[in-house]
């Protein structure tokens, strides 16, 4: 396992970046939701008025073999 830590892109909308991080949330709380505060649909309602697009670049994406694995939000 090699783990990548980069930063999001900053390209607003819905990104490749943007449908990737709600794939990994969807993934992870398939079976058993483990983030209760912070499923895909919030991910997708911060994209709304409420989300400052000049600090996407701030958010950190860890990746194994491209896969997202983690974030820092």
């Known amino acids: 396992m090699a783990i990548r830590i980069r930063n999001y892109n900053d390209e607003a909308g819905y990104s490749v ?3 990737n991080v ?3 949330l969807i993934r992870i709380n ?4 483990i983030t ?4 895909w649909a919030r991910w ?3 994209f709304g008025p409420y989300m400052s697009m000049i600090n996407l670049s701030k958010i950190g994406v860890f ?3 491209d896969n997202i694995v983690g974030l820092i939000t």
Do not use: A, G
């Open 63 to 65: 990746e194994d073999n």
């Open 17 to 19: 970046d943007f449908r």
């Open 36 to 39: 209760p505060h912070y499923l």
């Open 22 to 24: 709600c794939d990994f």
């Open 44 to 46: 997708v309602w911060q």
């Open 30 to 33: 398939q079976n058993k939701v």
